[in-house]
């Protein structure tokens, strides 16, 4: 059983920046993709971005395109979301899910989900 643990939400005024970590228990060959997705009360869950453990092939929704960037590293199992220029609209509960991301944008693609971290920008 994989387990994700995020962190790093938090309360940020518009065009501020978070880091969010998610710390994986355990890659595996069935859990080959790493993907953050959001949620909030007014949307339904949508994809943020993607990262292939294996060669860091990386994926972005149009939405964050340019103002954020995911990372890993593989020496300490974890994978980052660095969120730049951040909106009003960018508030949600951030999740980190593992899977074989096929399609990457898919939750139907991540079998493994962490508990989410929230994160609030005020305009």
């Known amino acids: 059983q994989v387990q994700l643990v995020e962190s790093g939400g938090g309360s940020v005024q518009a065009g501020g920046s978070l880091r969010l970590s998610c710390v994986v228990s355990e890659y595996t060959t069935s859990t080959p993709y790493i993907g953050w997705f959001r949620q909030s009360p007014e949307k339904e869950r949508e994809e943020v971005a993607a990262i292939s453990t294996d060669g860091g092939r990386t994926q972005y929704a149009v939405p964050v395109k340019g103002r954020f960037t995911i990372s890993q590293d593989n020496a300490k199992n974890t994978v980052y979301l660095q969120m730049n220029s951040l909106r009003h609209e960018d508030s949600a509960m951030y999740y980190c899910?593992?899977?074989?991301?096929?399609?990457?944008?898919?939750?139907?693609?991540?079998?493994?989900w962490g508990q989410g971290t929230q994160v609030t920008v005020s305009s």
């Open positions: 899910a593992a899977g074989r991301g096929i399609p990457w944008y898919s939750s139907y693609a991540y079998a493994y």
